[in-house]
């Protein structure tokens, strides 16, 4: 038996067919057009991995997108400057800066200088505490990705053994609180943890968001387990392009788990479709609209 491949691009672009149907609504009922900002800075390779995408995709979807690049020598005032200016701009309703930063900026006050009303990546406070007290708000993109391809497999995660692997604020974190709200029994490792494949026997459900290339192996999982292999890791190849994996030995979790997500082609396609929904949440919210069906 090998597991069912959950395909995140087939999902993914579903999602945003439904959200370009929605941007064509709120264009001609409301006049209005939802609007991205990004703001790069420097030129980290995991970034432009995702840069890549963004950029087209949410031109598909009809919305607008502004791209900001800054050298990686940029002062803090200067990125506070332009977040103050995308904060005021009205045809700008999302905005994200790409982490990490360089170490030179301070990621906790650039992240806190962002309206929470344009905080499409949910990491303001007043979004990440709003989602942790089960109120709601602007989620994190990649863990909304990731409760969507769960639901694709178990449309009720109510009552199973998660287990999240890592604990960041961009990922581990808003994902155990998302899991919460779908009523499943959370185990959250991290890199203090003990005995991790033990942890991962009782799980249904495995998350991994790790950084560390196929860390995960197959003989950790419980047969028949959903395994959602968040990480992107580039792997040098001599002469060519690098090549990304997960954070999943994939050849081995295949025959052991019941559906999986491969890298790439599964959560990565789904963050820049979430980033999409969220775009078009924040723009229908500031201007007092009600939430689009998607
Ligand atoms: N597909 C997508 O759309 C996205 C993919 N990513 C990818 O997901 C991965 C994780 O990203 P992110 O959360 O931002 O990374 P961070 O580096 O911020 O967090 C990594 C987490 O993994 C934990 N960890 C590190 N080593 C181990 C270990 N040996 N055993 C158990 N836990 C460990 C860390 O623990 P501790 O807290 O103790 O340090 C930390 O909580 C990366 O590969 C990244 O590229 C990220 C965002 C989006
Ligand atoms: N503020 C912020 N928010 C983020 O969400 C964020 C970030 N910073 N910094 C970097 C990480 C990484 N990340 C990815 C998203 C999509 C793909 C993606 O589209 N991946 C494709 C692969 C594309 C290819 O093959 O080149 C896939 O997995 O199929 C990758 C990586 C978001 N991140």
């Known amino acids: 038996m090998t597991a069912r491949i959950i395909d995140g691009k087939a999902i993914a672009a579903e999602l945003r067919a439904r959200v ?31 840069v890549r995408s963004k950029h087209t995709q949410t031109q598909a979807a009809g919305m607008a997108s502004f791209e900001h690049k800054l050298p990686a020598d940029v002062s803090q005032a200067d990125l506070l400057a332009l977040i103050a200016r995308l904060n005021r701009d009205p045809l700008v ?21 962002i309206d929470p009303a344009k905080d499409v990546d949910g990491l303001h406070p007043h979004n990440a505490g709003r989602l942790a007290g089960g109120l709601a708000a602007l989620s994190p993109c990649t863990p909304l990705g ?80 959903t395994v959602i292999d968040v990480g992107i890791n580039r792997i040098p190849v001599e002469g060519g392009k690098p090549k990304l994996v997960g954070d999943v030995a994939f050849q081995e979790a295949v025959k052991v788990a019941g559906a999986i997500t491969p890298v790439p082609g599964g959560v990565g396609q789904m963050t820049v479709a979430c980033l999409l929904v969220n775009t078009l949440r924040a723009a229908c919210a500031i201007h007092g609209l009600p939430a689009p069906a998607v």
């Open 20 to 50: 370009a149907a929605e941007v064509i609504r709120v264009k001609q009922d409301h006049a209005l057009t939802p609007g991205l900002a990004v703001v790069l800075v420097g030129n980290d390779p995991a970034s432009e991995v995702y």
């Open 146 to 225: 990731c409760i969507i391809l769960t639901k694709s497999v178990h449309p009720s995660l109510e009552g199973m053994n998660a287990i999240v692997i890592g604990r960041s604020n961009l990922v581990g974190r808003p994902l155990v609180q998302l899991l919460l709200n779908e009523n499943a029994t959370v185990t959250i490792a991290h890199s203090r943890s003990r005995d991790l494949a033990k942890l991962c026997a009782q799980a249904d459900l495995v998350y991994a968001a790790v950084g560390k290339p196929e860390m995960v192996r197959g003989d950790w999982l419980k047969p028949g387990a």
């Open 93 to 113: 309703h999302g905005i994200l800066v790409q982490l990490p930063l360089p170490k030179s900026l301070h990621t906790e006050t650039i992240i806190h200088a």
